[in-house]
């Protein structure tokens, strides 16, 4: 029976590849991003590879009601979700807070997933089964090592761009660990990923292209390990951390359960989901 996987920020890089690599193996795919042009043409490009006209949504994560709409959604025209993978992400220069009052980039690539795969994880378990669970990938980095963040304060101002990446990548892997903590006995595995560096729309504004574009990947590549952890057997490993489909190590402080705990709890009040 084919899927039903979810792939937010998919109307560009990583996030297209995969689903229409997910699209290619008869998996029913949905697009979820921030920009309807782009969005459409990925569509486009999935309903090519998969033979069907895949849904779409439209969010803006930098926008915690979007993610409540859409999440809302989601959830009430599908009944079982098999796969989520919280691919969307951003890495940005100097930008204000967002409407929600919280660092931009911590946000969109942490709070606003972390939001979503909550108002999601009712379909999770729907379609997880002893044989085959549902599966959460999200995609990190290993940007992780350099960021610095605030477990108590997720969304406290980062004024440095790379930092703020790094921290949000970091939350990344300690949303994974937690997730497992608390999720694996749903028969839900969540794992996350570095994708390498990738010729993408922010990475090729990176300083780092124009000295070593010879060891960027395309989106293709870098959607490889997306692509196993999401179908792949050996890519069931509750909390597990992958790059090449091989364990990756992450830093100490991206893996600590303490963190990861305290992490979760601050990002539900950051969010305004209960504790």
């Avoid at 490993?237 to 990861?260: K, L, V």
Wanted: hydrophobic share 45%.
């Amino acid at each position: 029976m084919p899927r039903t996987v979810v792939v937010t920020g998919a109307s560009s890089g990583i996030g297209r590849a995969a689903a229409v690599g997910l699209a290619r193996r008869g998996d029913e795919v949905i697009l979820l991003g921030r920009d309807p042009v782009r969005l459409a043409a990925a569509a486009a490009e999935v309903r090519e590879a998969g033979g069907g006209t895949p849904p779409t949504y439209r969010a803006d994560f930098a926008v915690l009601d979007e993610v409540r709409a859409v999440g809302a959604r989601i959830a009430g025209e599908h009944e079982r979700i098999h796969v989520l993978a919280n691919n969307a992400g951003l890495l940005t220069g100097v930008r204000p807070m967002t409407v929600d009052g919280l660092d931009p980039t911590m946000q969109i690539n942490h709070l606003g997933g972390f939001l979503l795969t909550h108002l999601l994880l009712d379909r999770l378990r729907a379609a997880a089964t002893p044989s085959s669970p549902a599966r959460i990938v999200t995609t990190s980095s290993a940007a992780e090592a350099w960021g610095a963040l605030d477990v108590d304060q997720p969304g406290r101002r980062q004024h440095l761009r790379w930092l703020a990446y790094g921290a949000s990548k970091q939350a990344n892997i300690l949303f994974t660990v937690e997730a497992s903590r608390r999720w694996s006995s749903y028969g839900i595995v969540p794992t996350c990923y570095f994708p390498g560096l990738i010729r993408s729309g922010f990475g090729i504004k990176s300083p780092t292209f124009s000295l070593a574009r010879h060891v960027f990947r395309s989106p293709v590549e870098g959607a490889d390990t997306l692509l196993w952890l999401a179908t792949d057997p050996a890519g069931l490993a509750p909390g597990g951390y992958f790059a090449w489909r091989a364990p990756f190590r992450a830093t100490p402080r991206s893996t600590d359960p303490s963190r990861a705990a305290r992490l979760w709890r601050s990002s539900l009040t950051a969010v305004g989901l209960p504790a």
